[in-house]
């Protein structure tokens, strides 16, 4: 069984940054792609960002382009979300999820493990 606890969250200004970590343990080897989605109220869960094990390859949703970084520590068995110059619309749960294979996706479908979420709140 694989467990994924995302930490990091919290309430910031807008401009501000925040660093999402999401640490990997049970049985789970480390080569697969990992992303991060996000929920906001009343709204369904969007992508954010993933990183491919196999090359290291990231893709990120046009919205958070140039804001975010997605990355990874293998040897912690961890990935983060360095988030900068957060939005109000920034505000969400952020999920961290593992996927099938080597690859990541922009498709929750391609998720087998999901963390508990961590709350992000920018305030205006």
């Known amino acids: 069984q694989v467990q994924l606890v995302e930490s990091g969250g919290g309430l910031v200004q807008a401009g501000g940054s925040l660093r999402l970590s999401c640490a990997a343990s049970?049985?789970?080897?480390?080569?697969?792609?990992m992303g991060w989605f996000r929920q906001a109220p009343g709204k369904e869960r969007e992508f954010v960002a993933s990183?491919?094990?196999?090359?290291?390859?990231?893709y990120y949703t046009k919205s958070v382009e140039g804001r975010f970084t997605i990355s990874r520590d293998n040897a912690k068995n961890t990935v983060y979300l360095q988030m900068n110059s957060l939005k109000p619309e920034d505000t969400a749960v952020y999920y961290c999820?593992?996927?099938?294979?080597?690859?990541?996706?922009?498709?929750?479908?391609?998720?087998?493990?999901w963390g508990q979420g961590t709350q992000v709140t920018v305030s205006s």
């Open positions: 999820a593992r996927g099938r294979s080597s690859y990541s996706s922009t498709y929750a479908s391609e998720y087998a493990y």
């Open positions: 049970g049985r789970t080897p480390s080569n697969y792609g």
């Open positions: 990183i491919n094990w196999i090359d290291s390859s990231t």
